[in-house]
């Protein structure tokens, strides 16, 4: 699409910002990162304190900047509540009590990741449903939140809308459920045979980042510390890429303006349904 319409590319990938994380993100290779031009691509460093609301001012900015000379951008990522706050903007949360969080890392130390999925499920039923439940910083953002304000996270969220000086359009691509398995199963083999394995031992010794508590690099984070064999982490990482895909899939599926296209269609599909939206020529 960016090579149609001779445009840039965003990035929308909350894991893929960092530079110090290549293969487990699956990062754009050289050669299509020499195709297009591609912004928010290990433009920060795990150690970088970065959070979604300082991406929406950055994003925000180089849409502006870009649309100068352009009429259309591409943004292009998987990770939801980042596409929300470019869209829509940030949501607003109120101050919390850092004892609250102080509490829930204490009991999440003590009773595992398990403590903190029981707490927000009873918690917050509804964001429950589509966090990352393999993620303790969303999950004790998600309670310290829901614990301090005495109301649900899942009720402040896409409650700010911001004006933007942009129409987007948004497409969303998919496949069955089988395909879409066999091909993260066949992905994480080739990330195994390209060097994950070396590249999660590299960031080990700094593995309670937020920044890495990311599927792909936690599971060999396990084997390192001996509760893993290795064959089980890859199984692992398997089959919690499975999961966050389902996820990935119920987020955007919520949302009525996506417009669906198989990831085999014709790109002239998606180009004339482009074309419909702003009364142009394919």
Not at 134 to 143: D, H, I, K
Request: net charge negative; hydrophobic share 35%; aromatic share 12%.
């Amino acid at each position: 699409m960016a090579q149609h319409y001779n445009c840039e590319v965003i990035s929308c990938d909350s894991r893929q910002f960092f530079k110090e994380m290549t293969i487990g993100t699956a990062v754009p290779t050289a050669e299509e990162l020499a195709f297009v031009q591609h912004y928010f691509i290990h433009n920060k460093s795990i150690f970088d304190s970065y959070t979604v609301g300082d991406f929406e001012k950055e994003a925000i900015a180089k849409l502006e900047h870009l649309f100068e000379t352009n009429d259309y951008a591409v943004m292009v990522g998987g990770s939801g509540l980042y596409v929300d706050a470019v869209l829509k903007g940030f949501d607003e949360f109120p101050e919390v009590n850092a004892e609250i969080r102080a509490t829930l890392i204490e009991n999440y130390e003590k009773s595992g990741i398990e403590y903190l999925q029981t707490e927000l499920q009873k918690a917050d039923p509804k964001y429950f449903g589509i966090v990352d439940k393999e993620n303790p910083q969303r999950l004790m953002r998600a309670l310290e939140v829901s614990i301090g304000s005495g109301k649900p996270y899942s009720s402040f969220l896409n409650n700010k809308q911001n004006p933007r000086g942009f129409t987007p359009i948004l497409m969303g691509l998919e496949t069955d459920r089988e395909s879409i398995y066999d091909r993260i199963n066949l992905r994480v083999d080739i990330m195994m045979t390209e060097g994950l394995l070396a590249e999660a031992e590299k960031l080990y010794p700094n593995k309670n980042l937020n920044a890495l508590q990311t599927v792909g690099y936690r599971e060999l984070f396990s084997y390192f510390d001996g509760e893993f064999t290795l064959d089980f982490a890859v199984s692992e990482i398997k089959k919690n890429t499975r999961r966050f895909a389902k996820r990935q899939l119920t987020w955007f599926k919520k949302n009525e303006n996506v417009e669906w296209f198989d990831f085999a269609d014709d790109d002239k599909n998606i180009i004339a349904y482009i074309s419909s939206i702003v009364n142009e020529k394919p």
